[in-house]
């Protein structure tokens, strides 16, 4: 099965005006302040492939390494305690 950023390429590809949409989207959001990841998770991840999973994110949002992996790890706490919906 492709990995998930290969499926999207490729529709990229085929459809360059959702690319160029999801484009001009992102840079808005990131004008504006917005910084976050987005990362999918399954049921079948264990807590570190989910914190993984979250700090790999961070990283593509540029955050440094150390601040990635304390924002993942909070992230994963507050999941858990139902603080973030």
């Given at each position: 099965m492709p990995y998930k950023?290969?499926?999207v390429e490729k529709f990229?590809?085929?459809h360059p005006e959702h690319k160029y949409l999801s484009d001009l989207t992102t840079k808005f959001l990131i004008?504006?302040?917005y910084r976050?990841?987005?990362?999918e998770t399954t049921e079948d991840m264990t807590e570190e492939e989910i914190i993984m999973a979250l700090f790999a994110g961070y990283l593509r949002e540029?955050?440094?390494?150390?601040?990635?992996?304390?924002?993942?790890?909070n992230f994963y706490k507050s999941t858990k305690k139902g603080t973030v919906s």
């Open positions: 950023d290969d499926r990229d590809r085929e004008q504006n302040g976050g990841a987005i990362v540029g955050y440094p390494e150390d601040e990635a992996d304390k924002l993942a790890r």
